[in-house]
């Protein structure tokens, strides 16, 4: 079984465009923002590197690519949902089952079961040669799809083991084998009482006759304008955000503008230590303290002056019986 190689883009316009356009923002914040807020307080210096080159900007060609890139995979994803459902819709008989070539019969039956409401997925693990194409999903359980768009030759039993031992592998809810012919009787054979459904080529066209039948309108997922309006919004979201953010300060810690006080020097000198002075504040030599003298308001009378005289004469001799006399410091 031949695995297709699909490419990031391939995978994309698998899916429904809205789910593009989220991815695309989710792309461009990330790049735009994500890179500094997760490195920019790494101790590595190459990613502390990149969230400094993120903070000014310079990622932000990067981010746009990448939102464009969606929104061409979202047009993609619409222009394929488009062409399934007209696919769906054009196909009149057995002549024009036949006339497609395998792929377009794959997305024939994916389109198919869309509109019975299963989830679809394109595997890719298909191909020409057959291979799990399709895995559908409804109510919790999956169901595996292998598409067989063989014109001349009926499917055989050994078509239907495989897909049965995929089935035991996988632990599928079931197998559905869609042909675009008939299946032999030992296929039938074995795929009896099995989960195993074989689908024809003349039950798939019934299928697609009721689905037709039904005329359902398009949704809002299929209109032109949506798909517009909701570009345009990614588009004027992503333009209306900063092109930078202003880039953070290093941590290194400010000095302060207030001049440091000077060192304040110990009262009393260590015996045998030289005592130091600084220059700019010299420090003056001790002095007595002086008497305080009292001036007298010239309001005082003679008689009011003569008073305080005399008690300042007391108070002075008072002050001259209890302060002992100052030894003057011996010299070195």
């Known amino acids: 079984m031949g695995r297709r190689k699909e490419s990031g883009f391939d995978l994309l316009a698998s899916m429904s465009w809205p789910v593009c356009l989220v991815l695309g923002m989710m792309g461009f914040i990330g790049i735009q923002y994500g890179i500094e807020w997760l490195w920019w307080s790494s101790s590595n210096p190459f990613l502390s590197g990149f969230a400094k080159a993120a903070s000014i900007g310079v990622y932000t060609p990067i981010a746009w690519l990448a939102l464009c890139a969606c929104c061409l995979a979202a047009f993609a994803s619409f222009l394929g949902r488009r062409k399934r459902r007209q696919l769906l819709e054009s196909q009149t008989g057995m002549a024009s089952l036949g006339s497609m070539d395998w792929r377009s019969f794959e997305r024939l039956v994916g389109e198919a079961f869309r509109r019975q409401r299963y989830v679809v997925k394109e595997t890719g693990q298909g191909g020409a040669d057959g291979g799990i194409d399709l895995e559908l999903s409804k109510g919790g359980q999956i169901t595996l799809v292998q598409c067989k768009q063989w014109r001349s030759q009926r499917v055989g039993v050994q078509t239907v083991r495989e897909m049965y031992g995929i089935l035991m592998d996988r632990s599928a809810a079931a197998v559905k084998i869609v042909a675009l012919g008939r299946f032999t009787p030992d296929a039938a054979a074995f795929a009896h009482g099995k989960r195993i459904e074989l689908v024809d080529g003349h039950a798939l066209l019934a299928t697609v006759k009721s689905i037709q039948a039904r005329k359902e309108p ?92 005399k008690r300042n004469r007391e108070a002075m001799k008072i002050l001259e019986k209890t302060t002992p006399e100052l030894e003057s410091a011996p010299a070195h």
Not at 241 to 261: C, E, G, I, Y
Not at 272 to 295: C, D, E, F, I, M
């Open 218 to 309: 398009e949704g809002p997922l299929d209109h032109a304008l949506f798909f517009i309006g909701g570009v345009l919004i990614c588009l004027l979201i992503a333009a209306a955000l900063p092109k930078q953010r202003p880039a953070r300060p290093t941590n290194v810690p400010s000095a302060s503008l207030r001049p440091s006080p000077a060192p304040l020097q110990s009262a009393t000198a260590t015996q045998g230590a030289p005592l130091v002075r600084a220059a700019s504040a010299p420090v003056q030599a001790a002095t007595p303290p002086s008497q305080k003298a009292y001036k007298a308001e010239q309001t005082m009378s003679s008689e009011e002056l003569r008073d305080w005289e």
